[in-house]
């Protein structure tokens, strides 16, 4: 028995939300202007417009748009076979490291493929929300500051629990900015696939519509994802499915579409023209709609008159008919009840595959985590998805040598789906995977067993699935002939830059000025290592994480000797060496200049004379 006395507020708003349902608005919020419309009022809604709005949306738009110093730093130790492979693994807050990929992947990524938190009232995630709190408990709550004493990003991984007043607001401003900045990197004839349950799927089609536009919707796949029926269910019903919602950048991009079963043509009759199969004649158009598609057929040979079906009528107009009955391609039924077909012949197939269902009855969950449970030999992750439903939206929306994207990557099902892919089919298809390290129970097995994130557990999902491809390959040889496999993935992690930052906002007096240019005579921080330099000055230049790099003399060659990056010393034998490999740009650390400010400017105009773009750092 509850021991408090009644919540009269409470008791009311249950009512009206009995009676007028419309008003309210995530949980017991009420939408006062609706209340006015209920009751007649006159009441006038200023830009009234067809519009997905929500508490903080401003507040998305401005996360998305503000710049970050981030950058991402290799981890040989963790990866395999680094210097190699065409794979990537990085682990850090996805919005940030979408930000950072904008320059190096900006339109080179095929298909997408995510599997964000479903917003069922148990997920946490990272999601502005100062719409909450004002900045001052802000900055207080999250109490963070870097080494030089400024304040972290916003932004803290949290619970959304469905007694929030912003519950949905605060799921569509997490969503909003990063499928905002994933849109940017698809290729013009990319896809996205997202998965989602009943709880959000209606926000995120609205959401997807304002993002990548309503016309290029694909499909929403409705996948069976339940094997036993759920009786707990306060509705009595048993949600057995679950949605993943796909979208193209173009509206001229399609799914590759279900493979056409050739083994469906045959020539029983020695037909000079080949292989046919039987094929319907009905159509889809009723009378009405399409009259020119109502007519009877007649057989001259036996007489039989055959009549459309009043809510189809044919596949053919008239003169299409005669044509075929002329070519001797219709087959005639025995049975006067039955309709007539047509064959239709191998040799005249525009390509290879037909429309793909958008009904997907592969693999359900449970087999996602018995997949994992094997290959991890422990329990790890809760509701892996299974590889097959990944396999299949890499096929829909792939070929053989793209980039595919996942930034929600949890235990890694979309890399170990890949790798099985690119065996079957001797693709070369490469993943980049992002994932939070978000940190597992400390009573879970895996904790015990060392695994201190959901990251650790993806990164080594992977290592476990190459190790297992290269055991098949040692033992059946005869199955991976001519398949040169990318067996590897290099393990980035987000962290700061490795340049100081100027910070304009603390100077008030000279000596702080003074100061601040004493700190700026070396912009490197401290202790910062010269491979991470080197990866940054790649990806604010532009160039890919995977882009060949050698070590020559003591500098870098990036791309096929498109960049030169100098990080340890320079001197004139050196420029002159640079300036003969005759790269486009060339980065130079300013503080090896020091105190040779002739070396500077003699460097600044012979690259200029040779056309190579020299700046320093």
Known sequence: MDSKSLDIKNEKIEKMKVLMPEVFTEGDKIDVEKLKLTFGEDVTIENERYV??????SEAFKVLQT????????????????DKTKNIFIEGENLEVLKILQKSYFGKIKMIEIDPPYNTGNDSFIYPDRFTETKEDYLKRIGEKDEEGFMLKEGLFRNNSKDSGHYHSNWLSMIYPRLFL??????????IFVHIDDNEVHNLRMVMNEIFGEENFVACFIWHSRQNVDSRSLTGSSIDHEYIICYSKSMETRIRGKEIDRSKYSNPDNDTRGAWMSSPMDGIATKDRRPNLHFNIINQES????????DTGWRFQKSTVEK??????????????????????????????????????VDFTAQGTKELREIMEMETVKFPKPISVIKVLIQQGSTKDDIILDFFSGSSTTA?????????????RKFILVQLPERISEDSEAFKAGYKTIADIGKERIRRVIKKINDEKKNKPKLFKDKELDLGFKVFKLKHSNFKLWRGDVIENEEELAEQVKVFENPVKGGAKEENILYELMLKSGYELTSKVEKKNGYYYVANDELVIILSKVN???LKEV??????????????FKNNDKLKTNTVLQMKDAGVEFKTV
């Open 52 to 57: 997905l709005n929500w508490a903080g949306k």
């Open 67 to 82: 710049t970050t110093t981030e950058t991402l730093a290799p981890n040989k130790k963790e990866s395999v076979n680094f």
């Open 182 to 191: 994933a849109r940017n990197l698809l290729r013009n004839d990319g896809v």
């Open 303 to 310: 007489g039989l008159i055959y009549k459309p079906s009043p």
């Open 324 to 361: 075929l009955i002329q070519e001797k391609r219709i087959l005639w039924p025995k049975n006067p009840n039955s309709k007539p077909r047509f064959k239709r012949y191998l040799n005249e197939l525009e390509n290879d595959y037909t429309g793909f269902s958008s009904m997907l009855d």
């Open 416 to 428: 170990h789906a890949l790798y099985e892919i690119n065996k079957e089919d001797g693709g070369n």
């Open 572 to 574: 004139e034998n050196i």
């Open 579 to 592: 300036i003969k490999a005759k790269p486009k740009k060339c980065i130079c650390l300013d503080s090896l």
